[in-house]
């Protein structure tokens, strides 16, 4: 049974990386702080160097893109 949840992992990694590729760079970074470096939207704001509501309003926007290519994508 592992051979088959590995390669359903696989391509899950796929899609996550396709997905991400796809958006635009300021929204990709702001979500891959968030949630593969657990980073808080204080210290997102630290690193890029902008606004927290900048932050927000970015990974609003990222996670946004993101629901509406997994509604393509599943149709």
Partial sequence: MEPLLSAQ?????MMVEDMLSALDEKY????VLRYFERM????????????ENTVKTRLYRALEQLRIQMEVDVS
């Fill in 9 to 13: 992992d696989d391509y899950s990694q």
């Fill in 28 to 31: 990709k970074s702001v979500l």
């Fill in 40 to 51: 808080t939207i204080a210290e997102i704001g630290e690193v890029l160097d902008l606004n």
